[in-house]
């Protein structure tokens, strides 16, 4: 059976495609404003790179913040249910997903079947998503790439309250004001998102494996922050931002949304 799984999230979409379980072709682009059209041209794109076309394609199902513009989907999940499909797809033994975009921050609990448990969302403003870390990297006048790598050479532990990134940009110029380093500025930032992301994960009850994925995932000076607060070691997948996509995307093997 062939099979795609769409992932349309607040800044990128990404989409897997499926035969027999192995993947055929997968891509991403930015949502940006015009989502649908963001996706037909992502869709046609990672045929491109199959041997197949669009009616070959048995099941489609989407998920993410605006999984309803996907015009061709035959169903949907939510991205709870697609994080813990595409998870445990690849990590049979995970227990603890946390998922932070650049949106939205959640931990879940799941099943060794792959059922969801529960789960908790961070819905306080930017606090605890890639989008905090893309305005603190503005204000610091650095590149996000080089803020996470930059963390890893802090030498002291800087505290920062911020619950918003309005404050937090405030918070970062009072820091640079004081002389403090943007290694250490970058860690700051760093924890604050874990220590949020952390109390989360907490709520659900934190027990191995845990699994991390989406965008920030990426970032090894948060993963870095992450690992140290919760005091348990963080499984991070090749492609982490894929997993929304290839919970879809199982989901449309199993017949199930």
Do not use: W
């Not at 072709?25 to 404003?33: H, L, N, Q, V």
């Not at 059209?37 to 076309?53: G, N």
């Amino acid at each position: 059976m062939i099979v795609a799984g769409i992932d349309v999230g607040g800044q990128n979409v990404h989409i897997v495609i499926k035969k027999d379980g192995q993947i055929l072709g997968k891509g991403a682009t930015p949502t940006g404003i015009k989502k649908a059209e963001a996706v037909e041209a992502l869709y046609d794109q990672v045929l491109k790179q199959t041997p197949i076309s669009r009616k070959d394609v048995e099941r489609v199902v989407a998920t993410g913040i605006a999984a309803k513009r996907v015009s061709f989907a035959n169903g949907f999940i939510s991205d709870v249910a697609a994080d813990a499909r595409g998870v445990i797809k690849l990590f049979p033994n995970a227990r603890t997903i946390i998922d932070v975009g650049a949106e939205e921050g959640r931990a879940i609990k799941v099943a060794p079947d792959g059922k969801v448990l529960d789960f908790a969302i961070n819905d306080k403003c930017a606090a605890g998503t890639g989008t905090f870390v893309e305005a603190m990297s503005r204000a610091l006048e650095v590149f996000i790439e080089e803020m996470a790598k930059i963390a890893l050479d802090s030498t002291k532990s800087i505290p920062m309250n911020a619950q918003c990134a309005v404050f937090g940009e405030s918070e970062v110029v009072s820091l640079i004001h004081q002389n403090i380093s943007k290694p250490d500025i970058s860690r700051a930032v760093m924890d604050a998102v874990a220590g949020r992301v952390g109390s989360i994960a907490r709520v659900v009850g934190l027990e191995k494996d845990v699994v991390l994925v989406g965008g920030m995932a990426k970032n090894v000076g948060f993963v870095d922050s992450l690992k140290k607060n919760i005091e348990i070691p963080v499984i991070v997948p090749d492609d982490p931002d894929y997993i929304g996509a290839l919970g879809a995307a199982e989901a449309a093997l199993a017949g199930v949304f």
